[in-house]
């Protein structure tokens, strides 16, 4: 086997350092940090991860991480070390912005039942008391459910700086202030419902960005997890204690016993057995080791038990360093913000600027205070970024929905985005092109031997007994009744059959080792497996052409085998290529002007895929796969990959049209607004039909994903 080995970092007195960033809001406040943040003393780069909101900073080691935390707060934001902020701080976060979520809609509701009746005409006591009903509900709606905004103006304010929460936050406020200051003077005019309905579309699109990016937190800790948890170390004396793999150190010896998890990577000092390495090479096959190999933590020992010379604990095993890679590799993300961060940047200073000239220009023509704030209310609430802020994710929503349908979860908000864009497509080969589950022909055995087999088969966890017993299930073979089974590691399953003596056992040396033996009494069947492309490979690979993408194999399987597939499938191949080589060459294409989709399952496709414009994983691949990829599709078709892509260019076109529209919604609204045509009350009601027209035109994706991919 090919040992893995940790990078090391180029520099050695360089560290890296990761936080945490919730207050991140839009392109902004990305540009701010990646621009500031290097002019620090000891700062060699800083980059931005916006989907799961992180900061990864490159420093010297004199600079600590304390003054990191104290930089970026001298910028504005207020940031945690990831250790410090778990995945549950964030599900807590997103929780917290639902429940703001649906006590806005409550009193959204409630209030609008109010307004209704002052809106046909009720005068005097009868819309005071429906004011005063309307402020006991609107206050402590808004002083909640505005709480995402004002913190976070308030944080911005707070270092001399603005983004978009601020003219939200200072709108919803003066529309609030003068709603109570008509009230409590009897005035004819409250915008309770224009205040508490602006909060609840807000809250609306920033609930749905917040689960599609809760999607797509990257699972690091949840890949670590699948080294073992502790391992059997073996003493001077020849004692055997258990040890946490945290306390594991290089040159201890370990014994592995059948079916455990490797904690640590090592070479075999003693023994010989039979390994699922699945979780680092995505290939199913398991691989026989011995005296002398390199087997790596996360593999599985399917065999005999053996001893294994620690070489690499802890956080410097290579499952570590895919971790990192996957790290590190998604943190170059940051270049694809979505489109509509990139149009706040202009947003928070413009609404500002027109809502001053506005009070300022109205004041100076001789209208008292009272008209000139209003007209200034009413700019910073039509000119609110609803419609602009619901263009992206509703269209999104929609086309997630519609892939969903046909068997493909877009994990990703932005995914789209990205996916609409590839030109190149890299394909894994073992259960991305093919099944990535061994088949054997059970072509020549008769119907008893079939059920015989089913019946070892399925009692049994063997890689190979499970694709034995799948193909039997399909061909609906009932299993036979096996008493006296016995499964012994590296040898196979037996057990008796109306008192004959069945097993699976594994074949003659001459044998393929993918392969297994059927014995009925004296009777053998070798049964050998293939792992048989997706029955659409080639017409995934047609269509994929006919959208304008290249597709090609890269893979880290033998050179044979994939060299085959590529023929039959006429497309080029890379073969036997690392983890560090697979992000080499999605560098090297992207040099080139080339923006790649990766198509991968492995454990080892995990930074390639994090690393890729757009990346796609099966339902199949490892977990860490999962968690990598943009999207994952389900069941044995490979055609979602290509139909991923059309939907995705339909989205764009959707998204394009939300953003047209909500650029001349701006351009008419804002300046009936200055001339003090639109009243508070109109300009919610303008920026809320604004938002439905975005919604209205994003649901034409929902029939999307039915049309032909070609």
Same mark, same amino acid.
């Given at each position: 086997?090919?040992?893995?080995?940790?990078?090391?970092?180029?520099?050695?007195?360089?560290?890296?350092?990761?936080?945490?960033?919730?207050?991140?809001?839009?392109?902004?406040?990305?540009?701010?940090?990646?621009?500031?943040?290097?002019?620090?003393?000891?700062?060699?780069?800083?980059?931005?991860?916006?989907?799961?909101?992180?900061?990864?900073?490159?420093h010297d080691k004199e600079l600590g991480e304390d003054a990191l935390l104290q930089a970026l707060q001298g910028l504005g934001f207020?940031?945690?070390?990831?250790?410090?902020?778990?995945?549950?701080?964030?599900?807590?976060?997103?929780?917290?912005?639902?429940?703001?979520?649906?006590?806005?809609?409550?009193?959204?509701?409630?209030?609008?039942?109010?307004?209704?009746?002052?809106?046909?005409?009720?005068?005097?006591?009868?819309?005071?008391?429906?004011?005063?009903?309307?402020?006991?509900?609107?206050?402590?709606?808004?002083?909640?459910?505005?709480?995402?905004?004002?913190?976070?103006?308030?944080?911005?304010?707070?270092?001399?700086?603005?983004?978009?929460?601020?003219?939200?936050?200072?709108?919803?406020?003066?529309?609030?202030?003068?709603?109570?200051?008509?009230?409590?003077?009897?005035?004819?005019?409250?915008?309770?419902?224009?205040?508490?309905?602006?909060?609840?579309?807000?809250?609306?699109?920033?609930?749905?960005?917040?689960?599609?990016?809760?999607?797509?937190?990257?699972?690091?800790?949840?890949?670590?997890?699948?080294?073992?948890?502790?391992?059997?170390?073996?003493?001077?004396?020849?004692?055997?204690?258990?040890?946490?793999?945290?306390?594991?150190?290089?040159?201890?010896?370990?014994?592995?016993?059948?079916?455990?998890?490797?904690?640590?990577?090592?070479?075999?000092?003693?023994?010989?057995?039979?390994?699922?390495?699945?979780?680092?090479?995505?290939?199913?096959?398991?691989?026989?080791?011995?005296?002398?190999?390199?087997?790596?933590?996360?593999?599985?020992?399917?065999?005999?038990?053996?001893?294994?010379?620690?070489?690499?604990?802890?956080?410097?095993? *290579? !499952? %570590?360093?895919?971790?990192?890679?996957?790290?590190? &590799? @998604?943190?170059?993300? +940051?270049?694809? #913000?979505? $489109?509509?961060?990139?149009?706040?940047?202009?947003?928070?200073?413009?609404?500002?600027?027109?809502? *001053? !000239? %506005?009070?300022?220009?109205?004041?100076?023509?001789? &209208? @008292?205070?009272?008209? +000139?704030?209003? #007209?200034? $209310?009413a700019v910073l609430i039509i000119t609110c970024p609803c419609a602009m802020g619901l263009a992206v994710p509703t269209a999104q929503?929609?086309?997630?929905?519609?892939?969903?349908?046909?068997?493909?979860?877009?994990?990703?908000?932005?995914?789209?985005?990205?996916?609409?864009?590839?030109?190149?497509?890299?394909?894994?080969?073992?259960?991305?092109?093919?099944?990535?589950?061994?088949?054997?022909?059970?072509?020549?055995?008769?119907?008893?031997?079939?059920?015989?087999?089913?019946?070892?088969?399925?009692?049994?966890?063997?890689?190979?007994?499970?694709?034995?017993?799948?193909?039997?299930?399909?061909?609906?073979?009932?299993?036979?009744?096996?008493?006296?089974?016995?499964?012994?590691?590296?040898?196979?399953?037996?057990?008796?059959?109306?008192?004959?003596?069945?097993?699976?056992?594994?074949?003659?040396?001459?044998?393929?080792?993918?392969?297994?033996?059927?014995?009925?009494?004296?009777?053998?069947?070798?049964?050998?497996?293939?792992?048989?492309?997706?029955?659409?490979?080639?017409?995934?690979?047609?269509?994929?052409?006919?959208?304008?993408?290249?597709?090609?194999?890269?893979?880290?399987?033998?050179?044979?085998?994939?060299?085959?597939?590529?023929?039959?499938?006429?497309?080029?191949?890379?073969?036997?290529?690392?983890?560090?080589?697979?992000?080499?060459?999605?560098?090297?294409?992207?040099?080139?002007?080339?923006?790649?989709?990766?198509?991968?399952?492995?454990?080892?496709?995990?930074?390639?895929?994090?690393?890729?414009?757009?990346?796609?994983?099966?339902?199949?691949?490892?977990?860490?796969?999962?968690?990598?990829?943009?999207?994952?599709?389900?069941?044995?078709?490979?055609?979602?990959?290509?139909?991923?892509?059309?939907?995705?260019?339909?989205?764009?076109?959707?998204?394009?049209?939300?953003?047209?529209?909500?650029?001349?919604?701006?351009?008419?609204?804002?300046?009936?607004?200055?001339?003090?045509?639109?009243?508070?009350?109109?300009?919610?009601?303008?920026?809320?039909?604004?938002?439905?027209?975005?919604?209205?035109?994003?649901?034409?994706?929902?029939?999307?994903?039915?049309?032909?991919?070609?």
């Open positions: 086997m090919t040992a893995l080995s940790p990078t090391l970092p180029a520099d050695p007195d360089t560290l890296a350092s990761r936080f945490t960033v919730p207050g991140m809001r839009c392109a902004g406040c990305i540009a701010k940090i990646e621009r500031e943040l290097p002019k620090v003393a000891g700062v060699k780069a800083a980059r931005v991860n916006f989907s799961s909101k992180r900061v990864a900073v490159e207020e940031a945690q070390r990831i250790e410090d902020n778990p995945l549950g701080a964030e599900e807590k976060e997103h929780r917290k912005l639902m429940r703001a979520l649906g006590v806005a809609g409550f009193g959204m509701m409630n209030v609008m039942l109010l307004s209704v009746s002052i809106w046909s005409g009720a005068e005097g006591a009868t819309r005071e008391v429906f004011h005063w009903l309307s402020a006991l509900i609107a206050l402590p709606v808004i002083a909640y459910s505005g709480q995402p905004f004002f913190a976070s103006a308030w944080m911005a304010l707070k270092y001399r700086r603005t983004n978009m929460d601020v003219p939200i936050s200072i709108g919803v406020i003066l529309a609030t202030a003068l709603s109570v200051y008509e009230t409590a003077t009897g005035g004819g005019h409250a915008y309770f419902e224009s205040a508490v309905m602006l909060l609840f579309f807000l809250l609306a699109g920033r609930a749905l960005d917040s689960t599609m990016r809760t999607r797509t937190r990257a699972g690091i800790g949840a890949l670590l997890g699948r080294m073992g948890k502790s391992a059997s170390v073996i003493g001077p004396d020849g004692t055997v204690a258990r040890v946490d793999a945290k306390e594991l150190e290089p040159g201890m010896l370990v014994l592995v016993a059948a079916g455990e998890g490797l904690a640590a990577d090592g070479e075999i000092e003693q023994g010989e057995s039979t390994i699922d390495n699945s979780m680092l090479t995505g290939e199913s096959k398991p691989v026989p080791v011995g005296t002398g190999d390199t087997v790596h933590a996360g593999a599985i020992n399917l065999g005999a038990p053996f001893q294994l010379r620690l070489t690499h604990t802890s956080d410097d095993t *290579a !499952l %570590a360093e895919i971790a990192r890679l996957m790290d590190e &590799a @998604g943190q170059s993300r +940051s270049h694809y #913000v979505r $489109i509509a961060d990139r149009a706040s940047r202009a947003y928070a200073p413009v609404v500002h600027s027109l809502a *001053a !000239l %506005a009070l300022v220009g109205w004041m100076i023509a001789g &209208a @008292g205070w009272h008209q +000139s704030l209003v #007209v200034a $209310i929503v929609v086309a997630s929905g519609a892939l969903l349908k046909r068997g493909l979860l877009v994990k990703d908000g932005s995914a789209l985005e990205r996916l609409a864009e590839v030109d190149t497509a890299l394909l894994d080969k073992t259960g991305t092109l093919t099944l990535g589950e061994p088949r054997p022909d059970i072509s020549l055995l008769n119907s008893e031997a079939k059920s015989v087999a089913l019946g070892l088969a399925q009692a049994s966890q063997h890689p190979l007994s499970r694709g034995l017993a799948q193909a039997l299930r399909e061909d609906e073979i009932e299993p036979a009744k096996i008493d006296q089974i016995d499964e012994t590691s590296g040898k196979g399953i037996e057990g008796v059959w109306r008192g004959v003596r069945v097993a699976l056992e594994r074949p003659n040396a001459e044998t393929s080792d993918l392969a297994t033996t059927l014995r009925i009494g004296s009777q053998a069947h070798v049964l050998r497996f293939t792992d048989p492309l997706r029955t659409d490979t080639h017409q995934t690979i047609e269509a994929l052409r006919i959208l304008g993408i290249e597709p090609a194999i890269l893979s880290g399987d033998r050179r044979a085998p994939v060299e085959a597939t590529a023929k039959s499938l006429g497309i080029p191949a890379t073969a036997n290529v690392s983890p560090q080589e697979k992000l080499a060459a999605l560098e090297e294409l992207r040099g080139h002007g080339a923006k790649p989709l990766m198509v991968g399952d492995g454990l080892n496709d995990g930074p390639a895929l994090a690393a890729a414009h757009a990346s796609i994983a099966p339902g199949t691949a490892s977990d860490a796969s999962q968690q990598a990829a943009d999207a994952v599709f389900i069941g044995e078709k490979l055609m979602p990959v290509a139909l991923a892509v059309r939907v995705a260019r339909r989205t764009m076109v959707i998204v394009r049209q939300n953003f047209s529209f909500a650029i001349g919604y701006n351009a008419l609204a804002v300046p009936l607004a200055l001339f003090g045509f639109v009243t508070p009350l109109i300009a919610a009601i303008a920026m809320s039909l604004s938002s439905l027209v975005v919604v209205a035109n994003s649901l034409r994706l929902a029939g999307s994903a039915k049309e032909n991919t070609k």
